[in-house]
């Protein structure tokens, strides 16, 4: 499944920057394509039935993407041929997979670098900001974050980049110290 989704991901990909459109606004429309998707298992069914001949499919395509296109209508043809081949060859439901390698693939190719911040307690905006701020500059890439909360942390943060664990929480310095004093 993995070999598929990031053919098909790399295929996305080439075709945005073939076509010269910005890869947010595709990103966007087939992420709201697919959380529609995934909320409707009428729409699902459709989509993936055999029974149902691709012209109609084409059609409810088409009628979804429609009721989704806001700001995105430069990616709008993109989008749905792309979607079109996916449902063609019957692969329409790797859509979840697909999109975050092409996400990956976009990340990398603009070096922005995934970061999951996990805090004690949500954090406000403010110090989001900043926090991301540091951990890019610290990094020297752009960061785009993905926040969690975890409240055995009891403070702090502890942030994920890649392969690195930055431990910032309270309970990882509890835990330092303990280890510390075992060692005594």
Avoid: C, W
Avoid at 138 to 162: C, E, F, I, P
């Amino acid at each position: 499944m993995a070999l598929i989704s990031a053919r098909y991901a790399r295929a996305l990909a080439e075709a945005v920057a073939e076509a010269k459109i910005k890869p947010e606004p595709a990103a966007e429309l087939l992420t709201a394509f697919n959380a529609e998707l995934q909320a409707s298992a009428e729409l699902n069914e459709a989509m993936q039935s055999p029974a149902i001949r691709m012209d109609e499919k084409l059609a409810v395509l088409d009628a979804v993407l429609a009721k989704l296109v806001g700001k995105q209508k430069e990616s709008l043809v993109l989008v749905r041929n792309f979607i079109a081949v996916l449902t063609e060859h019957g692969r329409v439901g790797f859509l979840p997979e697909v999109l975050a390698e092409y996400q990956r693939i976009e990340d990398e190719s603009n070096g922005v670098a995934v970061a999951e911040i996990t805090s004690a307690q949500e954090l406000p905006t403010a110090e989001r900001k900043l926090l991301e701020a540091q951990i890019g500059k610290m990094a020297g890439v752009t960061v785009r974050a993905q926040y969690a909360n975890d409240k055995s942390l009891l403070g702090g943060v502890v942030v994920r980049l890649g392969s690195t664990i930055y431990d910032g929480s309270v309970k990882g310095r509890l835990d330092r110290l303990k280890q510390e004093l075992l060692r005594g």
